[in-house]
């Protein structure tokens, strides 16, 4: 309950990233074939418990998510269980096809460890000033929570805002000569 | 047509000097290579091709990612044999090879040529096929030339740790007398995975392999599309005048009666109305064929004229409307000569069947029944519909 409070009072004017997404860029490294990255991401998949993110060869997973537009962002939510989710979490704005050899070579945008309740939903907002100019994403979940072979992730969401907001409605009126 | 960038990894350590594959291991092997590059280029043009070394003083890269064909296969002139092949030092600097790609959309692959014995261990091959796996690269093993315990294990396990959803493949390519490009153009090496390297690949094959093809006449579509074509065609042309002409035979053999040897044609027709299929004893298109020389040679109007392949469409259609009035008739039992009045006219001519009858095999012309159906042969009576009806229950035991 507490997390879906502060949750809500955080999206005051923040909004799901979710249709800003280029779903035809995203990638994900080190993931397991019957458990893709789509489960996490997208729209009803990821409300789904049963619907997990998956591993592959080790515990690590490096996520990559180019933006149709410009966007800041503002937090994000991590669900997953509590032993196979992750813990360590590094995001990097604007770097474009990372790989696991590369990580460690520039220091990232922000990094968030997750504790149980970021696990069952409550938002971890990020350094907002680090992310006002983003036009890609990268995630890198380092380690899970119990150090098991497989990290498992049910639910990955941004929340944030589009750099140019166009008042659709707001057009319209103007059109009126 | 997946866009791919292909390190290649080239064994020419001192066990490529063998001559188990002609000329020998080495030669066999660039062969090969200069195959893959083809094909990969030729299946997507963006794609790009790398080579490197994993013997001699140690890994060396001839060439990076490129798609120009003509550096990749001049760089594996001169090459030189000697030493140990180290394969995870080969498969790792390919790795890195393909990270530092030009276009990072293209899909990472390496193709290893696993020709000598492997001195790592298994553990360690596997935790090099993790990391492969990890960063979604692909790989497709060779294993040729030398065959010492354990290397096939090890490599099954090697792919068994990069394999994610059949990307990667090996290929045991045993010495003898096939090239070892021939053998690998069937592979998925090749083909990559079922799509585009196909066309190439079997170009290829029949340049390569000469006489021995795998295509239905002889011909390869490829090289000769028309000639395939007219080929097929009038293979197809010839078998529908056979089919007809069998069909033909197989309603003239009900009708007359032949004894025995109608049975399997009348209940081959019979089943061949019923089920309307086209299938035919041999020994009925022997008939039909020799009925149709005959008929031919006297002239007789209707039968099968095979003069000019544009009519033969028309005709089986003809036969097709044949088939279809007999076999309301036979149903029905009852009498319908007026279509038949053509055949009939041939039936007719009882010379012309005891000659007819007399030349077919297992048909003595003097048996009591066959000289009963000769005379009864003019007229569609039933007692020949139920001779038949009671000689086919004869034949279903």
Redesign the interface.
């Given at each position: 309950m507490s997390a879906a409070e502060s949750a809500t009072a955080i999206h005051r004017n923040q909004v799901d990233l979710l249709d800003f997404i280029d779903w035809s860029g995203v990638e994900c490294?080190?993931q397991s074939?019957s458990h893709p990255l789509p489960n996490a991401l997208k729209q009803g998949y990821r409300e789904d418990e049963g619907l997990n993110l998956e591993s592959?060869?080790?515990e690590?997973l490096l996520i990559y998510i180019p933006f149709t537009q410009v966007i800041k962002l503002h937090s994000i939510v991590v669900m997953g269980s509590e032993e196979d989710g992750p813990k360590t979490v590094k995001l990097f704005a604007n770097r474009?096809?990372m790989?696991?050899?590369n990580v460690s070579d520039f220091p990232p945008s922000d990094t968030a460890v997750l504790s149980q309740d970021n696990l069952k939903g409550k938002p971890v907002v990020v350094k907002y000033v680090k992310f006002q100019n983003v036009r890609s994403l990268t995630i890198f979940i380092e380690d899970n929570q119990s150090g098991s072979e497989i990290t498992k992730v049910q639910k990955i969401a941004l929340y944030g805002s589009t750099v140019e907001t166009t008042d659709m409605k707001g057009l319209k009126k103007i059109e009126d000569h | 047509m997946v866009l791919e960038a292909t390190m290649i990894c080239i064994d020419n350590s001192e066990w490529m000097r063998n001559g188990d594959y002609s000329p020998s291991r080495f030669q066999a092997q660039a062969d090969a290579v200069s195959l893959i590059c083809g094909a990969k280029t030729q299946s997507n043009p963006e794609n790009t091709v790398g080579i490197l070394t994993m013997a001699g003083k140690g890994v060396r890269v001839l060439a990076t990612p490129t798609s120009d064909l003509g550096k990749v296969l001049s760089c594996m002139h001169g090459l030189e044999m000697g030493g140990e092949m180290n394969l995870a030092a080969g498969i790792q600097i390919a790795q890195l090879a393909l990270k530092h790609r030009q276009n990072k959309n293209q899909q990472q692959r390496i193709i290893v040529f696993a020709g000598s014995p492997i001195k790592h261990e298994k553990k360690a091959l596997e935790m090099i096929g993790k990391k492969l796996k990890k960063n979604s690269v692909a790989l497709d093993i060779v294993n040729f030339g030398e065959d010492e315990d354990g290397k096939p294990e090890k490599l099954e396990a090697l792919l068994a740790s990069v394999n994610n959803n059949d990307t990667s493949h090996i290929v045991h390519v045993p010495a003898g007398q096939n090239a070892l490009s021939d053998v690998l153009i069937s592979t998925p090496v090749f083909t990559g995975d079922g799509e585009g390297g196909s066309g190439f690949a079997a170009a290829a094959a029949a340049a390569a392999a000469g006489g021995v093809s795998d295509f239905d006449f002889g011909v390869d579509p490829n090289i000769d599309p028309e000639l395939a074509l007219a080929l097929r065609v009038s293979m197809e042309e010839e078998r529908a005048r056979q089919e007809a002409a069998a069909k033909r035979a197989a309603e003239e053999a009900t009708r007359q009666e032949k004894g025995e040897e109608a049975q399997p044609q009348s209940d081959s027709q019979n089943a061949t109305m019923n089920a309307t299929e086209k299938a035919s004893d041999p020994m009925d298109e022997d008939d039909a064929l020799l009925k149709q020389a005959l008929a031919l040679s006297m002239n007789i109007p209707g039968s099968d004229s095979s003069a000019g392949d544009a009519q033969m469409s028309e005709a089986t259609n003809d036969d097709q409307e044949f088939a279809l009035a007999l076999q309301m008739s036979m149903q029905d039992g009852s009498k319908d000569s007026s279509d038949q009045s053509d055949v009939s006219k041939v039936l007719g001519d009882q010379s012309f069947m005891s000659s007819i009858l007399s030349s077919l095999p297992g048909v003595d012309p003097n048996d009591p029944k066959v000289k009963d159906l000769l005379a009864s042969l003019p007229s569609q009576s039933e007692p020949q519909e139920k001779k038949e009806e009671d000689e086919q229950p004869k034949d279903d035991k």
């Open positions: 490294l080190n074939s592959d060869a080790d690590q474009e096809h790989g696991f050899s | -």
